[in-house]
């Protein structure tokens, strides 16, 4: 039987960057990805913002690796000609009521590490964005936006460099626990191969891909559930030049709709949250009014008839109550030396990339010095 050291599922960002990452030092890895390209599910579905690291509790893996994420997705961009822009953000309170809230994720922000973050009142709101509709604001001039599609574009090319195999149209299926690693099996051609490592990045299908191997996902929480998001662009001119939110939910189902803007200035509202049992990223355009009602409460200006269905994204959301952090696991205690999960890399998952693909390298560093020994 065919062997690879170290066998990655799914190109996604996430894929893409522990490729890139774990091709630094290490050889004999192979991607393996259903679609015909890389980033063609959640990846390419989303806002393309840079969080800055305020919304997540202190301590929590999305906390720590969005910060770090940022930082160095920032460096990255610089290094590599990756299209980027630090526009700032304004989270913003629309009265009295939500204040406390806004207290409370600067306060969260300032824990987590988030920079340059300030708490700004009306008037200073006002020179920024006169045409926002604020009390106060949450003030965070690190958060960005970036072409996702140049950052994968360029994880990949890296990885393929530093010979890393991706094999697109090659779905995963069967994956077998043996004595010294798994085998691993493809859909349609029967193809097995055996590997001492394996890393699943699938995304969506990270719980379903988890079940492969045998493991629990209900006794473990590794359910997912999927919690759609759609966009709707606006045709006319902006009339705000950074991005805007509104305070979220308590439980951060989502951001609320916000609105976004592009690298060439476009702008769009969303996404909204949706929770769906199949994958649809149709939009329904009957849903113009509620965005339209949402957006008019914080931007003043905005033409109804200027918003048009853009796209939709899939949260890959752990079942449960409560907000949920990334499982990012060595399933060592499940007696599965070697395999590594990441379950539930919803948002920041794109900023997170590079500093989960380290974080996933220190755990295969740790593995592979094991099965030396
Ligand atoms: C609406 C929305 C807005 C978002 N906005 C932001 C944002 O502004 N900023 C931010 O930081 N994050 C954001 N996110 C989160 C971010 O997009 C994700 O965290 C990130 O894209 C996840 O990347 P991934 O590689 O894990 O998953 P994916 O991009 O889904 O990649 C997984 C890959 O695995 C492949 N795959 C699945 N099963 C198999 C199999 N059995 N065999 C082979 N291949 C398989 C899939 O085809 C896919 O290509 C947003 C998400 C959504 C849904």
Redesign the pocket.
């Known amino acids: 039987m065919d062997e690879v050291k170290i066998t990655i599922?799914?190109?996604?960002?996430?894929?893409l960057a522990i490729a890139a990452e774990l091709s630094l030092e290490h050889e004999d890895i192979v991607v393996?990805?259903?679609?015909e390209k890389?980033?063609?599910?959640?990846?390419s579905?989303?806002?393309?913002?840079?969080?800055s690291g305020i919304y997540y509790p202190p301590n929590s893996l999305k906390a720590k690796l969005c910060v770090e994420g940022a930082r160095l997705i920032y460096e990255y961009c610089e290094a590599h000609s990756i299209p980027y822009s630090k526009l700032g953000k304004l989270i913003i309170a629309t009265n009295e009521s939500e204040l406390t809230n806004l207290k409370e994720l600067y306060n969260t922000g300032i824990q987590n590490g988030a920079k340059g973050l300030r708490l700004i009142e009306k008037d200073e709101i006002n020179k920024m964005e006169p045409n926002v509709n604020a009390v106060a604001a949450l003030y965070s001039p690190s958060t960005g936006i970036i072409n996702s599609h140049s950052l994968m574009s360029q994880l990949y090319r890296f990885a393929n460099a530093f010979g890393v195999l991706f094999s697109f149209n090659?779905?995963?299926?069967f994956i077998e626990r043996n004595k010294d690693g798994y085998v691993m099996g493809i859909k349609n051609n029967g193809y097995k191969f055996f590997s001492p490592i394996v890393i699943n990045?699938?995304?969506?299908?990270a719980d379903?891909?988890a079940g492969l191997v045998g493991i629990d996902i209900d006794r473990t929480d590794y359910r997912l559930s999927y919690c759609k998001?759609s966009y709707f662009s606006y045709a006319g001119k902006s009339p705000i030049k950074m991005l805007v939110y509104p305070v979220p939910d308590k439980d951060l189902t989502g951001l609320g709709i916000h609105a976004t803007l592009d690298l060439g200035g476009r702008l769009r509202f969303g996404?909204d949250t949706e929770y769906v049992d199949a994958i649809d990223y149709r939009i329904d355009a009957g849903k113009r009014g509620l965005f339209y009602e949402t957006a008019k409460k914080y931007i003043e200006g905005l033409d109804k008839e200027a918003l048009n269905p853009d796209m939709a994204?899939?949260?890959s959301k752990i079942k449960g109550d409560g907000i949920k952090d990334f499982v990012i696991k060595h399933e060592v205690d499940k007696g599965m030396e070697g395999f590594i999960n990441?379950i539930g890399?919803?948002?920041?998952?794109?900023?997170?990339?590079l500093s989960i693909a380290k974080h996933v390298k220190n755990i295969v560093d740790r593995e592979i010095r094991t099965l030396s020994h």
Do not use: C, M, W
Request: aromatic content about 6%; proline content about 4%; overall charge negative.
């Open positions: 599922i799914g190109a996604g960002v996430v894929g393996l990805e259903k679609h890389f980033g063609q599910e959640t990846s579905r989303n806002s393309e913002i840079i969080h090659t779905e995963v299926d990045s699938a995304g969506l299908f379903y891909v998001g996404p994204g899939i949260r990441l890399i919803e948002s920041p998952g794109l900023t997170a990339s």
